[in-house]
Nanobody, 126 residues
Framework: VQLQASGGGSVQAGESVRLSCTAS????????ISWFRQSPGKERVRISC???????DYADSVKGRFTISRDNAKKTVTLQMNSLKPEDTAVYYC?????????????????????WGQGTQVTVSS
């Protein structure tokens, strides 16, 4: 199982960044995929998840600004981040759970995520 995150960079507040997570070594369509982020000095937190059936959820801090989507044919999960704020500065990780999701609309709990991409840095300047 491998996850490859890409698309980070340095932007000004109010701008947009698009992150991609490309999966290999497993049938990504059977898994919920999440994006987490870790800011300096803080714990890693989940900010978004897309379930097998495309149902999405978001942390309050990004709701209305970020959009997660999946393209199973391309084995890719994308995080579109708009209206970025300096507090969005973090290393962003995509992750997959240990087990395939039986319930198509389910996003597992944080502790179930076992496979991680390498992280991509997003820096937002004011």
């Amino acid at each position: 199982v491998q996850l490859q995150a890409s698309g980070g960079g340095s932007v000004q507040a109010g701008e947009s960044v698009r992150l991609s997570c490309t999966a290999s070594g497993f049938y990504v369509a059977d898994y919920a995929i999440s994006w987490f982020r870790q800011s300096p000095g803080k714990e890693r937190v989940r900010i978004s998840c897309v379930a097998r059936n495309g149902r999405t959820d978001y942390a309050d801090s990004v709701k209305g600004r970020f959009t997660i989507s999946r393209d199973n044919a391309k084995k890719t999960v994308t995080l579109q981040m708009n209206s970025l704020k300096p507090e969005d500065t973090a290393v962003y990780y995509c992750a997959a759970p240990m087990h395939r999701s039986i319930l198509t609309s389910n996003c597992p709990s944080d502790s179930d995520f076992a496979y991680w991409g390498q992280g991509t840095q997003v820096t937002v300047s004011s």
